[in-house]
């Protein structure tokens, strides 16, 4: 299981993500640019001492990302014409991808997604925070796929 964030504009999100996978032991992919410097300070306050327990890799930009990222299904975590997130069925080698902050992921990375997932909320609502949504996407994927404490 990846995390992968497409272009990033908010430091604090890629900090908690940081967190996130160190927490759970999953790698980190942040396809640039970015909407910021990574000797952020926001990143950093936000990614607190975990940035060492995470493995975390940056790509120039889409085709050096998808160059990189290895086997496994590319699953997009968006709010258009998704599968919701209780009726999906994640794998181990599945990388779930989430898009920039301001405007999600741009048609061409829609396309090139495996699967799309929604996680449903209030129609009333538009989205959820970026680092919010890769914590209940990955929750949810690593205790379908087998969760255990210590990594994986
Ligand atoms: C702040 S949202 C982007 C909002 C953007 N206006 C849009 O509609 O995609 C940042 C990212 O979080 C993820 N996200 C937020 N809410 C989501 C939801 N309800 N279901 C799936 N992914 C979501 C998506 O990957 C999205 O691109």
């Not at 950093?44 to 085709?63: C, E, I, N, Q, V």
């Not at 495996?114 to 996680?119: L, Q, S």
């Not at 949504?133 to 404490?149: D, K, N, P, V």
């Amino acid at each position: 299981m990846r995390l992968a964030l497409f272009q990033p504009a908010i430091p604090q999100n890629v900090g908690a993500c940081i967190r996130l996978s160190a927490c759970f032991g999953v790698s980190l992919h942040i396809i640039e640019p970015t909407g910021f410097t990574f000797d952020d300070r926001a990143m950093k306050r936000a990614a607190l001492d975990y940035g060492p327990l995470s493995h975390m890799t940056r790509h120039a930009g889409w085709d050096a990302f998808q160059e990189a990222r290895g086997p496994g299904r590319l699953v997009l975590f968006t709010t258009k014409g998704a599968t919701p997130l209780t009726d999906f069925a994640f794998r181990p080698d599945d990388t779930l991808l989430f898009g920039s902050e301001p405007s999600g992921a741009p048609d061409d990375v829609h396309a090139a997604a495996d699967a799309r997932v929604v996680i449903p909320i209030r129609p009333e609502a538009r989205s959820l925070n970026l680092a919010v949504s890769a914590g209940i996407g990955l929750f949810e994927a690593l205790r379908q796929t087998g969760l255990r404490r210590g990594g994986r």
